[in-house]
């Protein structure tokens, strides 16, 4: 159930947006955040969206908020061991920019209904990274495609392969996901070579229309058609045939045999690949350009949604931008919602609906966007109507209780239990010189409903983390280790 109306378009940070929309409300989802290049980007000059910028560089100290790792760390580690890599392999930015995009792809998953799928757009720079925390937040099972976008034909790259494609990483919440086969038209040098032929009914090839000795005999399709028996029988029925033949689809080679004229406007043409090349970059003279500096084609984002959505689905886009993925639901009659943090988001919306010819057919003012029954533009967050359902649903605790006393960072926890225990694991009982190789738990896993208070917090060495895991309480623990004889020796009196 949606707690939001169509074509409303929220102005701010979209963490707290997508936190606040019901669960599985939405569609699909098609998005293009930022891809972590480490520069700042700019709008043409003179272009409608000129004023628009950000930043596309990420620190931890700066952009990582304290509240996310901790959530991640106590609730999602393995989804916390995919950022670590990526800050250790690449550096702290990259960890800094997926621990941003972990927190909010949580929601995103949460948000999808069952049959809803994700269109993330990023780029090389990042794109292995994002794989990693989307497998862990969607599942490895769940990935659908990485899709190439040939966006540019040429550049020169001194000493390497010259780079000219994007990606798009396609995932589905679940196994029966919302699917429409699409097609792209045949590449005109194909229809050139194959459909030489035209008459009044357009362009045509000639086909085989009999069975050939690889496919076998088919005895209910071997018969006589105007004195001529096929070896192998018809690829048809003979009402079929005959059917073709009375609307003048068969014409006879020179050697005799039968040929069937197939029209090039009958055929749905090329199934969508992974590997686009028919869609062209904006060019800078282009209708279509809005001067947004990132603005991606109309003609990509409606294949995604023409493939992942039907009419009257709701779509979502939490990085707005120029609102390209808004105006391509509008033209193909989706219903939307989209987020974005640039002050002059609306107006982008107003101008490119309004260039589209998206507007009241009655008035043609673009300003009807903004009044009712057009965009709700607001800075209100959407209130929740379900029941507050929290990320990742097959991995919540089994029961809800309110944690007790004042809420305290991971920092303050542990520094609490150095003080009052000492550097000693409460697993095994060794006493470590350095308090590094101490790591902080649960008593009772958080699986089984252990709180995230202090009360139910412990010191641990790491063998003794691992073994513990989310399988055992400290006292479970404690018993396994001296089953296994690893608790500490005993001190002499």
């Known amino acids: 159930m949606q707690n939001f109306e169509n074509r409303t378009l929220y102005h701010g940070d979209n963490l707290p947006f997508l936190r606040n929309l019901n669960s599985e409300s939405i569609d699909l989802i098609a998005t293009d955040p930022p891809f972590n290049k480490g520069r700042d980007f700019h709008a043409t000059p003179d272009s409608l969206a000129e004023g628009a910028s950000f930043q596309d560089r990420w620190t931890w100290e700066k952009d990582v908020h304290e509240e996310w790792v901790d959530q991640i760390t106590d609730d999602y580690p393995k989804l916390m061991e995919a950022i670590e890599s990526a800050r250790y392999a690449h550096s702290d930015g990259m960890g800094a920019f997926m621990c941003f995009m972990a927190v909010r792809l949580l929601e995103m998953r949460r948000v999808l209904k069952p049959t809803g799928s994700i269109y993330l757009h990023c780029d090389p720079t990042a794109s292995h990274y994002i794989k990693a925390i989307m497998d862990a937040i969607f599942g490895w099972r769940q990935f659908k495609n990485e899709i190439a976008w040939k966006r540019t034909t040429s550049r020169n790259d001194a000493k390497r392969w010259g780079g000219v494609h994007d990606i798009v990483l396609f995932y589905a919440k679940d196994t029966d996901f919302t699917w429409n ?3 792209m038209p045949h590449d005109p040098k194909y229809v050139a070579k194959f459909y030489r032929n035209q008459d009044g009914r357009g362009r045509w090839m000639s086909d085989v229309i009999e069975r050939s000795q690889s496919m076998g005999p088919r005895p209910n399709l071997c018969y006589e058609f105007e004195g001529y ?6 690829r048809m029925k003979r009402e079929k045939l005959e059917a073709l033949a009375r609307d003048g689809r068969i014409i006879w080679s020179k050697n005799g045999k039968p040929r069937l004229k197939r029209y090039l406007h009958e055929q749905s043409g090329v199934p969508i690949l992974d590997v686009i090349t028919d869609i062209q970059l904006i060019s800078p003279h282009a209708k279509e350009r809005y001067g947004y500096p990132t603005q991606k084609p109309l003609a990509l984002y409606e294949r995604i949604i023409q493939a992942s959505s039907n009419e009257g689905d709701f779509v979502l886009d939490p990085f707005a931008g120029c609102a390209t993925t808004l105006v391509a639901a509008e033209r193909l009659g989706r219903q939307w919602i989209g987020a974005d943090i640039w ?36 800075t209100d967050l959407p209130i929740r109507t379900d029941e507050g359902q929290e990320v990742m649903p097959f991995l919540r605790v089994k029961e809800t209780i309110k944690e ?14 150095l003080k009052q225990d000492g550097p000693r694991c409460q697993g095994c009982d060794r006493l470590f010189d350095d308090p590094r190789y101490l790591e902080l738990d649960h008593n009772t896993p958080r699986s089984d409903g252990g709180l995230n208070h202090i009360s139910n917090r412990i010191l641990l060495c790491g063998p003794c983390n691992r073994l513990k895991s989310n399988t055992y309480t400290l006292s479970g623990l404690r018993r396994e280790n001296k089953k296994r004889s690893y608790m500490a020796p005993a001190l002499p009196m």
């Open 229 to 234: 028996t096929p070896k192998w029988g018809w």
């Open 343 to 378: 002050d002059k988001s609306i107006h982008a919306v107003i101008d490119r609906f309004h260039h589209e010819h998206l507007e009241v057919p009655e008035t043609k003012q673009a300003e009807w966007l903004l009044i009712k029954g057009g965009v709700d533009y607001t």
């Open 181 to 183: 086969p699409v097609f």
């Open 404 to 417: 007790p006393g004042p809420k305290m960072s991971r920092a303050d926890m542990y520094e609490h239990l």
